[in-house]
């Protein structure tokens, strides 16, 4: 299932490596908006980055 939708791939992701991914709602052209709620960032995702955009520039 997370290979059919990207943004369940991610969630999973952070989920794995320590993180509290949840929905808070979603944007003007219908894309679900989530960010993570853990206290600091989690150990184990410190120097990894998930946005493929950021990773091209």
Do not use: Y
Not at 27 to 52: E, L, M
Request: with cysteine; net charge negative; aromatic share 0%.
């Amino acid at each position: 299932m997370a290979q059919a939708n990207p943004l369940l791939g991610t969630l999973a992701v952070m989920e794995s490596t320590g993180g509290e991914p949840d929905v808070i709602g979603e944007d003007a052209d219908g894309r679900v908006i989530c960010c993570d709620h853990a206290p600091q960032s989690p150990s184990a995702r410190r120097s990894r980055c998930s946005d493929r955009a950021l990773v091209r520039v």
